[in-house]
Each structure stands twice: as structure tokens, then as C-alpha cells.
């Protein structure tokens, strides 16, 4: 069953410590560390990573539990800023033994550890109680995130059959690094890390950033350490800034709970410390098990006969909402690209992921519409490649972005985010029904269809390009935004103003949807004019992009009008759009099917064979669920069940082999003949967002669910459920006003509907 993993108060033994426990300071003299300024470590892996993440705060430690500063970018992170740089657990002076680490709850979880055997005399002869034996203490970190604050509670039991001292050390460390100095990003001055303050059970980090903001990092400590001083240098240099010790006397049988609360604050750089050890924050599981539970509420149960099925579902809808940030204003709220790397506001991917999973969760798709229309670009700005009526790519609000040192404040640099933002508008209401909210962002949708053809098609010819206005915004403005991933058979890279072949589909579906929904407005001329506009682009886009030779669509035209024959995934999206001639649909499919496009874990973003491939490319080679959960739409579209199905299966075959069955952004192209398991891509988002939500694209897909709210339908176009999969149900979907329960069943190769409940009044149909 396809539920959100809400987490309760009931889970763990016993809770951790609410924030009114915490003890205060308390008296006695604060003194005061003067920090090193150590390079920031760039990321380069993320191979065994654990991940929490609640609203604007998330959490990447490795299996242990630890963070350390090294190539995987690991630290407490709040929004685009890491406020923990370094958290290392010793106990008895050694690295406990990892038995288990569980992060399944999202926003908590917990990793069972042990200790090695401690020998605390090593010139003492054995057997004289210089040794603890290993396996003997129980060892348990559980960690909670709640609203912007971490909770972790150390707990030890002591199993052996005496008493035992148990000494705990803690190596802390604050870079305030911007996440794209984590990635790697040179900048050529830092801002000044402030003395680190200490009185009691409290540290406190501070940085003055360049841009006028004092960041502190405050953390409060359920018992006061016996000692606290400058972190020694040890294996591979310095671990930390700060060490803290504890030690104490544990009776056998006997446990002991060491909690810590961390949490951020900010000011204007210059003003006076008001409190430099403020009252640690409320934390309480209450609060991420009460959003997933509303979040759970709101979205329509999927069940079926497949339980790794069911369990690859249950972690994307568990993905979705650990992804879910508030803002960027008071009130909203959107789903994050990924963690960790893009975990804030995108357009395109957060119109693509609501699109996804519009069918079984529509309020993502409205709050999605809005936020991006309340920031959509209403003047020109060469940095920004902001125009009028644009939607946003990027948004950043770290110290790098508000510095100036990145455009992304925000950022424009996507030639497709706008006809997307357009066909999901079209979209929601044919699934709600709720004219207000069309009302409500029409004149939003006018200034992106000026936007299409006064900004978008910058030369006259009917096609939308992209090229960018400053030097500083990104080469490539599709979702393939890397440098190298627009070439032509030669593996050339091509040159702007580029049209590529996805987004001339998205504007020819924008504005046959935007006709529809001018209708329903009444106003006919501008329905006329754009059923008009699509049919000049369908002919144009036909005669331009097809390739005989290949039989199949070029990715992209250069500023020359020649095409980038080069053989990608693109097509596949045209047909997701319906720009492709129902003629050469099957030639298409056939293609995207052949084995060099299809690695049989999905298909590739380029084809083997031809100058520029890379398995390990970014878009060169790589396989993205997203994109061929998109062409399997495609070919659904297009009558191809079968085609759709194989694309279907082979995603999920590659989900169950990814821990958790947690799809990432994208994983390597190596064949499947010749690599049993697919290869992970080393730096890949996990979790993502609209990798998260391709499960309910590929079960939109299966059966065939398409919504008209405005007439009281729900139509399902030739359901068709795989040889692997032989029953689902829906509960609780929802078309307008209205909801159904269905039941869908194979038997001997043919699919069944059959409605077992309606509450409201609409009709079923299926359309073979």
C-alpha cells in the first residue's frame, strides 16, 4: 500500500528530549576559540550517504552518523548554507562498530552501533580490567529534524557484566560554506569567521558573510562537558574545531542519554551579539508526523498484487514530501529539485514533477503554478536572461547568490520552464475543474504566451530559442543544461541561438491547451489563433527537425538553422507533447527502443556509437527515470501500450536494486547484458524530485487515466497493465469535485476496469 511514512511519537522507545528539557547555560565565564579557516573540502562523491530532511533543513552524514569534511559534501545544511561542517563521534577513543543505520523516516532515524574492544591501558597485562571487550555497549543515535532545528540523542547501555567508564568525545566544526562552494565553485575571498563561543553546555559558531549577514550556529548540550577545547590534529588532519569530552561511570545493565539540539540564527554583520546562547528551539517528531499524515490525506492511495511495486511507489511519495520547502514567501510552498545539491526552487523541475504526479496529488500542482507565477520576470535583465513574462529556472538565497557572485537571485536561464508552466496550468484544471485558479493566473499565462512568441522565438521563424544574455548564465537552457550536450553526429557542439526539438513540442501543447482553456473563457478568437499557431508549428516542426536518413527527429537546430543530428532522447518527449506526425510515431518508438538508445534499465539520453557518448556523462549517455517515464507517456499517446509497458518494467527493475527502491536523478548507461545492476552516477541527486515521482507517471501511463473536470469524465484510454503486474487499485481519485475508487485487473493478457466507488457525480468511460 502506497502510503507516506508519517513516523508517530510512538516509534522509538522513548522520545527524544523536548526542547523545554534542555538546561540552560547556566553560570560561569565564557571563553572564547579562535577557529581555523580550512579550505572547504569539494564534493565529488556521494557514495554512502544517509539523508534526513525537513522543510529547509537537511542533514547528509555517512553510515556511521558522522559528518566529516571530505569529497561527499556531508554537513547539516540549512536552505543553501551549511551551519555543521564537522560532527564526529569517538567512544572510548575509537570509531563505534556500525550494525545498522535506518533513515526510512525522512525527517528521522536511527543507527545502531556497537563498540570495538577499548583498551585503555595498552601496558597493562590483560585480565586485569584494562579492557572492555568488544560488543559490550549498545550504542544508538537517533536523530530528528523539526521545523529548523536538529535533535540527536546519544544513547549508551552497558552489556557487559560490570560496571564500565564510558568517556564520549565530540569533534564539531562551522564552515558557513554556500552550497556551491561545497560544489566546488572558486571564490576568490571568504567572508570572517568570528571567535567560537563556549559557556557551559552551549557552543556557538559565527560568520560574517560578504553579504552583510551574520550567520551563527548555535548547539545546547543535555549535559555539561568535562572538558572542551581546540580539536587536535589527527588521522588526515584536523577533524574538527571544537572538542568536547564527557565521561562518566555506567553500571552493568545500566544506560545513559547525551542529547544535543542544533539550529541557526542570523543578523546584520556589525551589530552587537543580543544573545550570543539564545533558548534552544522547540523539536518535536509531532510535527513531521503530523505533514505526513496531511500529506498522506491528500493524495489518492495506490495499491497492487506487486509489493516491490508498492514499496518503489510508497518511497517516491515519501520522497515527494521530504522534498516539500515553505517560501519562499510566508504561505507557499513548492517541492525542492533534490538533495542535496538542488534542494530549492526550479521551474522546470518543479513543473515536470507536479505534471508527474498531478493525477494523485493536484494541490502540489496549484501551489506550483503560483509560486512561479509570482516571481515570473516582468522586465528584461541580461544577467538575470530574465524577460517579460518568463518563468524562473533557479533561486537561490545563499550568500554566494546574494552577493552577486551567481545570478541565480533569480535566475531565468530556461527556454522551456515557460510552455511547461503553460501545459501544467492546462493540466490542473483538467483534472480540478477550478476555474478560479485559471482566473486567477490568466493574466500570468497571457505574458507567457507573449513571452513564447515575442521573446522566445527570437528570430521570426516560428521556432522558441534559447542563447544567453550574460556570460555568467548557463550555455544550454534545456533540462540537458550541460555544457557539452548539444552536438551534432560529428560530436560537434553546436552553436545558439539553439531550438530544440522538446520545446518546440512544449509550445505546440501549451498552446492547444491554453485554446482549450481560452474556450472554456470564451474567448474564441484567441482559441482560434492558437489552434491556428499550434497546426503552422506541427507542419514547420515536421519539416524542419525529421531526419529521413535516421528516421527520426533531430535533438536541436544551431543558429544556423542546421540541424544537431545527433541521436538523443529528445523525440521521446515530442511524442509526450503530441507534436509528432502519427505517421512516423512508430518509426520514433523503434528508435528510442533500439539498443543504443535503450540500455534495458531505460533509455539513454544519447546514443551509443556516435562521438561525445560517456556512460558516465551527465547527458551524454546517462539514463534519467524522469525522461523515459516521459517517452513512455509519449508512446501511450501514440497507441503504443506495449512499447510504453517495456520502458515501464525495465525503470522499475532498476529501482529494485537501488537502496530503499529509491530512484535517483540518474544513474550510468552501461548495457544491461554487460552490467547485471545499473551503475550509479557518483554525484546524482537522492532523493529527486521528479525522478521520485515517475512511478506515478508510469501508473498514469498503465492505465490510462486522463481527466475532463469541466464535463464530469474520467476517461481510460485502452488500460493496459504489464505481464508483471496483474492488479492495482486506486482509492480515493479525485476528477473536479468528485472521486472514484477503481480496481484494474489483467486476466489472460486483457486489462479490466471496474468502479467500486463514486462519491460525486462523474462518469467512467474507457476508450479503446
Not at 520514433?588 to 539513454?604: I, K, P, Q
Not at 525522461?627 to 499517446?637: F, M
Request: charged share 25%; proline share 6%; aromatic share 8%.
Amino acid at each position: 500500500m502506497a502510503r507516506a511514512e508519517a513516523g508517530s511519537a510512538t516509534e522509538l522507545a522513548t522520545e527524544l528530549a523536548p526542547a523545554s528539557a534542555m538546561p540552560e547555560p547556566g553560570s560561569g565565564e565564557i571563553r572564547f576559540f579562535q577557529p581555523r579557516q580550512d579550505p572547504i573540502v569539494h564534493a565529488t562523491d556521494l557514495g554512502s550517504v544517509q539523508v534526513l530532511k525537513h522543510e529547509r533543513l537537511f542533514l547528509l552524514t555517512d553510515p556511521f552518523g558522522d559528518i566529516h569534511p571530505d569529497s561527499r559534501g556531508l554537513g547539516l545544511y540549512l536552505g543553501d548554507t551549511r551551519i555543521l561542517s564537522c560532527a564526529a563521534l569517538r567512544v572510548g577513543g575509537q570509531r563505534p562498530v556500525l550494525l545498522q543505520g535506518s533513515m526510512g523516516g525522512n525527517f528521522r532515524g536511527t543507527i545502531h552501533l556497537t563498540n570495538s574492544s577499548i583498551d585503555r591501558n595498552p601496558g597493562s597485562k590483560r585480565g586485569q580490567g584494562s579492557e572492555l571487550a568488544g560488543r559490550k555497549l549498545g550504542i544508538s543515535r537517533e536523530r530528528l529534524l523539526s521545523g529548523e532545528a536538529f535533535q540527536e540523542r546519544l544513547r549508551i547501555v552497558n552489556h557487559a557484566e560490570h560496571d564500565e567508564t564510558v568517556e564520549i568525545e565530540i569533534d564539531l566544526a562551522n564552515d558557513s560554506a554556500d552550497i556551491f562552494e561545497v560544489r566546488g565553485y572558486p571564490r576568490r575571498k571568504r567572508g570572517v569567521v568570528q571567535p567560537i563561543a563556549v559557556l557551559g553546555r552551549r557552543v556557538t559558531f559565527r560568520y560574517d558573510g560578504r553579504d552583510g549577514v551574520r550567520r551563527a550556529t548555535h548547539l545546547a548540550f543535555s549535559d555539561p562537558p568535562e572538558a572542551v577545547g581546540p580539536a587536535a590534529d589527527g588521522e588526515g588532519g584536523r577533524s574538527g574545531w571544537v572538542h568536547l569530552r564527557w565521561s562518566f561511570r555506567l553500571p552493568a545493565g545500566a544506560r545513559r542519554d547525551l542529547t544535543w539540539t542544533v539550529w541557526s540564527s542570523s543578523a546584520t554583520t556589525g551589530t552587537r551579539d543580543a544573545d550570543l546562547f539564545p533558548g534552544p528551539p522547540r523539536v518535536s517528531p509531532d510535527d513531521g508526523a503530523a505533514a505526513y499524515h496531511a500529506w498522506t490525506l491528500g493524495t489518492t492511495e495506490v495499491s497492487t498484487d506487486h509489493e516491490l511495486f508498492n514499496l518503489t511507489v510508497q518511497r517516491g511519495l515519501n520522497d515527494l514530501r521530504l522534498l516539500v520547502n515553505d517560501g519562499p514567501a510566508e504561505g507557499e510552498r513548492y517541492v525542492a529539485a533534490g538533495v542535496p545539491w538542488f534542494a530549492t526552487l526550479f521551474g522546470r523541475d518543479a513543473i515536470i514533477t507536479a505534471l508527474e504526479v498531478l493525477p494523485f496529488q493536484s494541490d502540489l500542482a496549484v501551489e506550483t503554478l503560483g509560486v512561479l507565477a509570482a516571481r515570473q520576470a516582468t522586465e528584461v535583465d541580461d544577467e538575470l536572461d530574465a524577460e517579460p513574462g518568463k518563468i524562473l529556472h533557479e533561486l537561490r538565497t545563499g550568500e554566494m547568490a546574494a552577493t552577486g557572485e551567481l545570478p541565480f537571485r533569480p535566475y531565468y536561464g530556461s527556454v522551456d520552464a515557460t510552455p511547461l508552466w503553460l501545459i501544467l496550468l492546462a493540466e490542473t484544471h483538467a483534472w480540478t475543474g477550478d476555474s478560479s485558479v485559471v482566473d486567477r493566473l490568466w493574466p500570468n499565462a497571457l505574458a507567457a504566451l507573449d513571452w513564447i512568441d515575442r521573446w522566445g522565438d527570437r528570430d521570426g521563424d516560428g521556432f522558441v530559442e534559447y542563447a544567453r544574455r550574460s556570460d555568467r548564465g548557463l550555455v544550454n537552457q534545456g533540462w540537458k543544461d550541460s555544457h557539452d550536450s548539444m552536438r551534432d553526429r560529428a560530436g560537434r557542439l553546436i552553436t545558439g541561438p539553439v531550438a530544440l526539438s522538446e520545446v518546440q513540442g512544449y509550445v505546440y501543447r501549451a498552446k492547444k491547451g491554453m485554446a482549450a482553456l481560452a474556450t472554456m473563457r470564451r474567448d474564441r478568437r484567441l482559441a482560434r489563433r492558437l489552434e491556428h499557431e499550434a497546426a503552422e508549428l506541427r507542419e514547420r516542426f515536421e519539416d524542419a527537425f525529421w531526419m529521413p536518413d535516421e528516421g527520426y527527429y533531430a535533438m536541436a537546430l544551431d543558429g544556423a538553422k542546421r540541424p544537431a543530428d545527433a541521436i538523443g532522447s529528445n523525440a521521446g518527449h515530442c511524442l509526450w507533447a503530441g507534436i509528432v506526425s502519427p505517421a512516423r510515431a512508430r518509426r520514433v518508438a523503434d528508435r528510442l527502443l533500439t539498443a543504443d538508445l535503450f540500455s534495458g534499465w531505460g533509455v539513454r539520453t544519447y546514443a551509443t556509437g556516435q562521438p561525445g557518448y560517456n556512460p558516465i556523462g551527465y547527458h551524454t549517455g546517462t539514463v534519467w527515470p524522469h525522461d523515459t517515464a516521459l517517452i513512455a507517456a509519449g508512446l501511450k499517446r501514440y497507441g503504443l501500450h506495449k512499447e510504453a509497458n517495456r520502458l515501464v518494467g525495465s525503470v522499475f527493475e532498476a529501482a529494485q536494486r537501488f537502496t530503499d527502491f529509491r530512484l535517483p536523478e540518474l544513474f550510468c548507461g552501461f548495457d544491461r547484458d554487460t552490467s547485471p545492476l545499473p551503475v550509479p552516477y557518483p554525484v546524482a541527486c537522492s532523493p529527486q524530485a521528479w525522478a521520485a515521482a515517475a512511478p506515478f507517471l508510469f501508473l498514469q501511463t498503465m492505465l490510462g487515466l486522463q481527466a475532463h473536470a469541466d464535463r464530469a469524465e474520467l476517461e481510460l484510454f485502452r488500460p493496459q497493465l504489464p505481464e508483471w503486474l496483474s492488479k492495482v487499485t486506486l482509492t480515493n481519485l479525485h476528477v473536479g469535485g468528485s472521486a472514484v475508487d477503481l480496481l484494474f485487473h489483467r486476466w489472460r493478457g486483457t486489462t479490466s476496469a471496474e468502479v467500486l466507488r463514486k462519491a460525486g457525480d462523474i462518469s467512467v468511460t474507457i476508450r479503446l
